[in-house]
């Protein structure tokens, strides 16, 4: 049997489990709403999401059965003491982007960027700011966009 919704990769940075777990939890009713056909992928923090994304997209050109229609990129960077928080964010945002343009990705990025702990779980929570069902939607609005201008029915 073939399911005919997108092929959605989710990658997902598990550094802080419960805000992960609220993140995911609203991707995946966003998804399971468009019928999304969904693999989940983690990496251990932010900064790895790029490499696993890089790696996801080579596979896909290398074997076309393995390329996914969308990507959506859920984590948190939690500011703290140090620089680190810049660098982290910064550097993965940057990444993130670069391989978006590039390589003509449909992308919704969930990756959170906050002063604290509090912050971090009023945007994951799906009774909330809901920001990993808003990367979903995201994603999903991009390959809309792709195939509108592919001249596909949307």
């Not at 802080?16 to 995911?24: F, G, K, S």
């Not at 074997?63 to 680190?84: K, M, N």
């Amino acid at each position: 049997m073939t399911h005919d919704g997108p092929r959605i990769l989710i990658i997902e940075a598990v550094f802080y489990p419960d805000i992960a777990e609220n993140l995911r939890a609203g991707a995946m009713a966003a998804l399971e709403e468009a019928d999304a056909d969904v693999t989940r992928i983690w990496v251990p923090g932010v900064l790895e999401i790029p490499a696993a994304l890089s790696m996801a997209v080579a596979q896909g050109e290398t074997y076309p059965p393995a390329a996914y229609d969308g990507y959506v990129l859920l984590g948190c960077v939690i500011r703290g003491e140090t620089s680190h928080y810049d660098i982290v964010a910064g550097e993965s945002a940057r990444a993130v982007m670069d391989l978006s343009v590039e390589k003509h990705l449909a992308l919704g990025n969930g990756i959170l960027t906050v002063e604290n702990a509090q912050q971090a779980q009023a945007r994951a929570s799906m009774e909330d700011r809901d920001k990993g069902g808003f990367a979903a939607r995201a994603a999903l609005a991009m390959i809309g966009v792709r195939r509108s201008l592919r001249g596909e029915k949307p």
